[in-house]
């Protein structure tokens, strides 16, 4: 009847629809009833009131239906609950991380973080939620597949899904959150098996890539105009830095054309350390989510907005430090689960071709908790 995305959210809408038109049946009864009394027990027709007795029989049967109704819509509720709490064991994991005003995803076992969701078909997939423990709470929520929960600063909680349809759909913050609030959007995409693999590959790729640092401190270079910074500054900046900069739609939000009052200047080595680490005490987060390429694309947007001749250049001294603090050209080591099949292959070919079976029958998948070949032996 509605657009639903799973089996689970037809069922919720089965238990909505069931439930409101029980509701919307009494409410008509029960109105109609009371219109007639009054209609027909007006003073004008019904001079004299009469006394009534109680009537054992009918006191048992009003007592005794809406009892059976709500414990019928609770159980009706309780089943699709029992369902949507018990996560599947090997449901794949996500970390979503809300923030204002935008969503966070983490893929732990594969290093990856980005902003939109991408998921296999035919897959359980575990939402870990949570909220920036500075901030507020948010609520993380799929309309297509009636599933909704709270992000509470400090607190775990935690929703699933089972991808079941191939698309694209909404996600959408569902707490009132603060001035950003409607524009808290993501989507979730669900792809074929093999387009997800593509996916990933192509995003552990990109997320690991080290920077080249001639390259990286030039504005105009292809790597980093390749990174759309316009795209980048509009999702994650733009709420609290202004459209063009000014800042000061949040209190103390930097403006970014003059270099008054910074904290770590508006050098590259400085924003960087600001994307990286955040400003400690204010609204000025850590964005280490975003690839290195992204945080340095963003240190020349920010850079961009200054006017005057006062931006400060940074000596070698400085950007070699840099390169050290957060090991910008190093390319980081990639641990990964890896598909069972794949790790049960390199065990045979390890063991000489013996007792890859042993090892599929105990291991589990812990077995399969290898690390993955680019870069996991160093
Ligand atoms: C939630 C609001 C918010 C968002 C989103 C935000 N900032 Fe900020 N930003 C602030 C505030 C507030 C300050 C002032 C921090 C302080 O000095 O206490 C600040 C300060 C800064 C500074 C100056 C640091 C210094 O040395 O003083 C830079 C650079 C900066 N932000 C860049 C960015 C970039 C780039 C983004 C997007 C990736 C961004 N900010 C997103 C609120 C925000
Ligand atoms: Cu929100």
Redesign the pocket.
């Known amino acids: 009847m509605f657009l639903a995305a799973t089996d689970i959210a037809r069922e919720v809408d089965n238990a909505f629809l069931w439930i409101g038109g029980t509701c919307l049946l009494l409410l008509v009864g029960v109105t109609v009833t009371m219109l007639w009394f009054v209609f027909r027990y007006h003073h004008t027709r019904h001079k004299k009131a009469a006394q009534i007795e109680g009537n054992l029989a009918l006191e048992i049967t009003w007592i005794a239906i809406p009892t059976v109704l709500v414990i019928w819509m609770f159980f009706k509720g309780y089943e699709g609950f029992k369902v949507m709490r018990n996560v599947p064991p090997d449901a794949m994991q996500i970390n979503v991380i809300a923030q204002?005003w935008f969503w966070t995803f983490e893929y732990p076992d594969d290093k990856i973080v980005t902003d939109r969701l991408v998921l296999p078909i035919d897959t359980s997939v575990r939402f870990n939620l949570s909220s920036k423990i500075d901030d507020v709470t948010h609520s993380f929520y799929l309309p297509d597949y009636r599933v909704k929960e709270d992000c509470v600063p400090g607190r775990d909680t935690h929703m699933w899904i089972h991808t079941q349809t191939l698309g694209t759909f909404n996600i959408f913050c569902a707490e009132f959150c603060g001035k950003d609030h409607a524009l808290m959007v993501s989507s979730l995409e669900v792809v074929t098996p093999e387009e997800y693999e593509l996916w990933k590959e192509r995003m552990i790729a990109e997320q690991n890539k080290p920077l080249d640092m001639t390259t990286a401190i030039d504005p105009e270079s292809e790597a980093i105009l390749a990174r759309d910074a316009d795209q980048l500054?509009a999702t994650?900046?733009a709420?609290?830095?202004g459209e063009n900069g000014m800042g000061g739609l949040?209190?103390?939000?930097?403006n970014f054309t003059t270099n008054d009052d910074?904290?770590?200047?508006n050098s590259i080595s400085?924003?960087y350390q600001?994307?990286t680490e955040g400003?400690p005490?204010?609204?000025?987060r850590s964005?280490s989510q975003l690839s290195k390429w992204d945080r340095m694309a963003?240190v020349h947007k920010?850079r961009s907005y200054h006017r005057g001749d006062d931006l400060v250049v940074d000596t070698p001294e400085a950007l070699a430090e840099l390169d050290e603090r957060y090991e910008l050209t190093k390319q980081t080591p990639v641990k990964r689960r890896l598909p069972i099949e794949r790790a049960m292959q390199i065990l045979t070919v390890e063991q000489g071709g013996e007792g890859g079976a042993e090892v599929g029958a105990e291991g589990g998948t812990e077995g399969a908790r290898l690390e993955g070949e680019e870069g996991g032996e160093e």
């Open positions: 204002s500054y994650y900046c709420t609290c830095h949040v209190e103390g939000a930097r910074w904290t770590n200047g400085g924003i600001t994307l400003i005490g204010g609204q000025m964005f963003l920010v």
